[in-house]
Nanobody, 126 residues
Framework: QVQLVESGGGLVQAGGSLRLSCAAS????????MGWFRQAPGKERDFVAA????????YYGDSVKGRFTISRDNAKNTVYLQMNSLKPEDTAVYYC???????????????????WGQGTPVTVSS
């Protein structure tokens, strides 16, 4: 099991930027693919971005392509989500998630992830 703690959320104006961080502890972080999901009030938890355990492959939801960038620093056991050109529709609680060790595939499916953080809220004002 891996413990995940998100940080970096907050209130930002439309067009602004935020960088979310997710610090991991527990099982070997560098062996787990990582993902970011988000959930707006009254809506399902949606895929935002994912990165393979090696960091060599990244995946993005259509609504954030070209604006968000996922990265990881295995030496720091941390995964990041750089969010630029934020829009009011990006307002949500953002969750970090980890896949089982050495698992690959199903990056867009939240059921592929077995450990989740508590989430960090992001509010984008118009």
């Amino acid at each position: 099991q891996v413990q995940l703690v998100e940080s970096g959320g907050g209130l930002v104006q439309a067009g602004g930027s935020l960088r979310l961080s997710c610090a991991a502890s527990g099982r070997t972080f560098s062996s787990s693919a990582m993902g970011w999901f988000r959930q707006a009030p009254g809506k399902e938890r949606d895929f935002v971005a994912a990165i393979s355990w090696s960091g060599g492959r990244t995946y993005y939801g259509d609504s954030v392509k070209g604006r968000f960038t996922i990265s990881r620093d295995n030496a720091k056991n941390t995964v990041y989500l750089q969010m630029n050109s934020l829009k009011p529709e990006d307002t949500a609680v953002y969750y970090c998630a980890a896949m089982p060790k050495y698992y690959s595939g199903g990056y867009y499916d939240r059921t592929s992830y077995d450990d989740w953080g508590q989430g960090t809220p992001v509010t984008v004002s118009s």
